[in-house]
Nanobody, 124 residues
Framework: VQLVESGGGSVQSGGSLRLSCVVSGVTYSNYFMGWFRQAPGKGREGVASIDRASTTRYADSVKGRFTISKDNAKNILYLQMSSLKPEDTAMYYC???????????????????WGQGTQVTVSS
């Protein structure tokens, strides 16, 4: 199983970025997918998740600004980030697991597979 993120970069506050995560080695459409982030000196934070029915869940800190989506035909997970703030600066990771998570979507320990991360830096 391999997850490869891309799309990170440096933007100014208020800007936008779209992260991508290409998934290989699993039946992607059946998996529970999530985006997480970790800022320097802070713990890992669940950002958003999407399940096989395309039901989405978001952290309160990103609701209304970030959108998670997936393309099952291409095996790609996306995170569209808008109205970015300096506090969004972090390494962003995608994660996958075959078990549905529901309300526990934000717990990183529940995900079996992880990408290597892509850095997002937002300047004020």
């Amino acid at each position: 199983v391999q997850l490869v993120e891309s799309g990170g970069g440096s933007v100014q506050s208020g800007g936008s970025l779209r992260l991508s995560c290409v998934v290989s080695g699993v039946t992607y459409s059946n998996y529970f997918m999530g985006w997480f982030r970790q800022a320097p000196g802070k713990g890992r934070e669940g950002v958003a998740s999407i399940d096989r029915a395309s039901t989405t869940r978001y952290a309160d800190s990103v609701k209304g600004r970030f959108t998670i989506s997936k393309d099952n035909a291409k095996n790609i997970l996306y995170l569209q980030m808008s109205s970015l703030k300096p506090e969004d600066t972090a390494m962003y990771y995608c994660a996958a697991d075959p078990v549905w998570k529901g309300a526990n979507w934000y717990l990183g320990s529940k995900y079996q597979y992880w990408g290597q991360g892509t850095q997002v830096t937002v300047s004020s």
